[in-house]
């Protein structure tokens, strides 16, 4: 899920996008991630989405089903915790999937 952009964009929201795209490229988890360019709207435009970031000028965040689980001040910053928290949430997914797991 991404916005569209509008005038309270203030960040690089094509740049995040394409560095989450990068990581997520190849992995199979069924998770709905959303990059949003403002931290008025994001999160709840996007509550969906398992997991999601939200920039703003000088700080973004990051949310999960709509509820925000941290804050980051700077682009740098936010896209580094954000791949903290995605990282997390995949890791449950696969043990999710691996404890689920039993012999037929």
């Known amino acids: 899920i991404s916005c569209p952009t509008c005038g309270r964009t203030e960040i690089d929201l094509f740049a995040l996008l394409r560095a989450?795209?990068?990581?997520?490229?190849?992995t199979a988890a069924p998770i709905r991630v959303a990059v949003m360019g403002c931290v008025v709207n994001g999160p709840g435009?996007?509550?969906e989405a398992d997991i999601g970031l939200a920039g703003g000028r000088d700080k973004g965040?990051?949310?999960r089903k709509g509820e925000v689980?941290?804050?980051a001040r700077?682009?740098?910053?936010?896209?580094?915790?954000?791949?903290?928290e995605l990282?997390?949430?995949l890791d449950g997914d696969e043990n999710r999937a691996v404890r689920?797991?039993?012999p037929a």
């Open 74 to 84: 700077g682009q740098e910053a936010l896209l580094a915790a954000f791949m903290e």
């Open 87 to 89: 990282q997390q949430l």
């Open 20 to 26: 989450v795209e990068e990581r997520l490229a190849g």
């Open 61 to 63: 965040i990051i949310f």
């Open 69 to 71: 689980v941290r804050v």
């Open 45 to 47: 435009e996007a509550r």
């Open 100 to 102: 689920g797991a039993g």
